[in-house]
């Protein structure tokens, strides 16, 4: 087995409302390795979105160790969390968040205005995975110009722009279509086998059934971790 990218030990968090503790997370220990393809899975308040969003260092543990990439990251202040996410991590969303007045290219090469890069080398490098996405020609047109399907193709450019070590979709077809949805998971399968680590969050089995690996989760726990023969997407497009 590949190298662990993702190892966690014990995670919990809990919140406070009020006098009440919820316990979102209750000792959570498991190992994702650099290039599979995970899908998280659990009904509303199961800890399937708390722990993604520990995953992104979104938010600290209340106990419990996360190293990414050998780096333990669970004690990291706000703004070194934020370095991790800029330069490790690559996001995808339900609903794109892209800016509505702004290229797909303008889009995509955002998140490297921080990174030091000089404006032409920006563009190389957005052009590149709006290229790599399937929309080599629509870099110029805005979100209102593309399809649902187009702009999560834009969203997922984004995210691979600034060649993150994860990526973390967080129900990515959850605004889409029954085919556009197939062919956003068939070029998410690509991206994987190019080698690219994912971790998506679904509630949709037909979905998490793209994916090499489910985990589900209950009661902030992990129920069930098991291996899964990936349906070929690409075929399911024929």
């Known amino acids: 087995m590949a190298e662990a990218l993702i190892r966690v030990e014990q995670l919990a968090k809990e919140y406070r409302m009020g006098s009440n503790v919820v316990q979102a997370l209750c000792g959570v220990s498991l190992e994702i390795a650099a290039g599979e393809f995970v899908a998280v899975m659990g009904p509303s308040g199961s800890g399937k979105s708390t722990f993604m969003n520990l995953l992104g260092c979104l ?5 419990g160790r996360y190293w990414l990439g050998g780096q333990e990251v669970s004690q990291l202040s706000g703004d070194e969390l934020a370095r991790v996410r800029n330069r490790k991590l690559g996001f995808v969303f339900q609903h794109f968040n892209l800016l509505a007045r702004t290229s797909a290219l303008d889009n995509v090469s955002l998140p490297l205005l921080y990174s030091g890069m000089s404006p032409p080398e920006r563009k190389r490098h957005a052009e590149q995975r709006l290229s790599q996405v399937g929309l080599a020609e629509r870099m110029d047109h805005h979100p209102a110009q593309l399809s649902g399907g187009q702009q999560q193709r834009v969203a997922i450019a984004r995210a691979l722009v600034n060649d993150p070590q994860l990526v973390l979709a967080d129900e990515p077809t959850g605004a889409l279509d029954s085919r556009t949805s197939v062919e956003i998971m068939a070029l ?5 086998r190019e080698g690219i680590t994912i ?40």
């Open 199 to 238: 971790v998506l969050v679904t509630h949709e089995h037909d979905v998490a059934h793209f994916a090499g690996r489910i985990i589900s989760f209950r009661d902030g726990k992990v129920i069930e971790d098991k291996p899964n023969a990936a349906n070929d997407a690409a075929a399911l497009l024929q």
């Open 188 to 192: 998410l399968q690509q991206l994987n």
């Open 59 to 63: 938010d600290h543990p209340s106990a």
